[in-house]
Nanobody, 113 residues
């Protein structure tokens, strides 16, 4: 059974960058329609970006032009490169199959000066 483990979160100043990793084990990451989701403090979880098995990506309007989702098949990992971070990007970030699967522990991102 495939599992996805998130990492790469941390504390960063506004305008800074972070790269989140979603490493797959048990199967090839390229087989799955995956999404990065986030849950800001006190708010509902929302979709940030998705990638299909064919490599097509889609982004929430709030992150377009700042976040880039890409897949590294050699490392069996999907990355979310986040640039020009804003305080409103503060959230717990999760990687999950777009349809089905289960939520992992996520990785926390805090954008603050």
């Amino acid at each position: 059974q495939v599992q996805f483990v998130e990492s790469g979160g941390g504390l960063v100043q506004p305008g800074g960058s972070l790269r989140l990793s979603c490493e797959a084990s048990g199967s090839s990451v390229s087989r799955y329609h995956l999404g990065w989701y986030r849950q800001p403090p006190g708010k509902q979880r929302e979709s940030v970006a998705t990638i299909t098995p064919g490599g097509s990506t889609d982004y929430a309007d709030s992150v377009k032009g700042r976040f880039t989702l890409y897949r590294d098949n050699a490392n069996n990992t999907v990355y979310l490169q986040m640039n020009n971070l804003k305080p409103e990007d503060t959230a717990d970030y999760y990687c999950k199959q777009r349809f089905g699967g289960s939520w992992g522990q996520g990785t926390q991102v805090t954008v603050s000066s």
